[in-house]
T-cell receptor, first 115, second 113 residues
Framework: AQTVTQSQPEMSVQEAETVTLSCTYD???????LFWYKQPPSRQMILVIR??????QNATENRFSVNFQKAAKSFSLKISDSQLGDAAMYFC????????????FGGGTRLMVKP | KAGVTQTPRYLIKTRGQQVTLSCSPI?????VSWYQQTPGQGLQFLFE???????NKGNFPGRFSGRQFSNSRSEMNVSTLELGDSALYLC????????????FGQGTRLTVV
């Protein structure tokens, strides 16, 4: 079974600074997808960024980027120029290819942004 | 376009009762998945329906069941409610392929007393 681990229950960053959230996963599959989701107080999960395992290039979406290390099974999220609106729970998630829409989530990291 | 709609948003039930939650996916989406979110267990996958058929199932007891209608709307039913079923239940819809993005609803907060 696949597992996803987020070792940082809480992180804090100063506004405009950069923060990195960690995620490791365990799988015997070679073809899969990795995601970072944001869950603000409204509770609605919002996709932040997605990475296909077969792609060596790290995904980037504006201020959000990932460091994907397939061999190490590591998938960290870097948030640059942090904004107050970035404060939320962040979940790392794994989806095996050809597994439909079945996501395995990590335990989450609560990100606080200080003004 | 309209997002994923879950109803009701809040629900209080008594232990032993049953409950039905509803999820209306984004138009055109054929996959609907359900997740349970609790402080202790985190986010756990319940099941996924695609074109009215259950495609994936998580590790939950048989008290948890679901179905999907021809218009892709989905319902989740929990029978014989237990206090431990108190949770936020999230629904996500997608086009169906494993590469496609899952869009989540705002969830139904179920409290069992």
């Amino acid at each position: 079974a696949q597992t996803v681990t987020q070792s940082q229950p809480e992180m804090s960053v100063q506004e405009a600074e950069t923060v990195t959230l960690s995620c490791t996963y365990d799988t015997s599959e070679s073809d899969y997808y990795l995601f970072w989701y944001k869950q603000p107080p409204s509770r609605q999960m919002i996709l932040v960024i997605r990475q296909e395992a077969y792609k060596q290039q790290n995904a980037t979406e504006n201020r959000f980027s990932v460091n994907f290390q397939k061999a190490a099974k590591s998938f960290s999220l870097k948030i640059s120029d942090s904004q107050l609106g970035d404060a939320a729970m962040y979940f790392c998630a794994y989806r095996r290819n050809n597994a439909g829409n079945m996501l395995t989530f990590g335990g989450g990291t609560r990100l606080m942004v200080k003004p | 376009k309209a997002g994923v709609t879950q109803t009701p948003r809040y629900l209080i039930k008594t232990r032993g009762q049953q409950v039905t939650l509803s999820c209306s996916p984004i138009s055109g989406h054929r996959s609907v998945s359900w997740y349970q979110q609790t402080p202790g267990q985190g986010l756990q996958f319940l099941f996924e329906y695609f074109s009215e058929t259950q495609r994936n199932k998580g590790n939950f007891p048989g008290r948890f069941s679901g179905r999907q209608f021809s218009n892709s709307r989905s319902e989740m039913n929990v029978s014989t409610l237990e206090l431990g079923d108190s949770a936020l239940y999230l629904c996500a819809s997608s086009l169906g392929g494993s590469w496609t993005e899952a869009f989540f609803g705002q969830g139904t907060r179920l409290t069992v007393v």
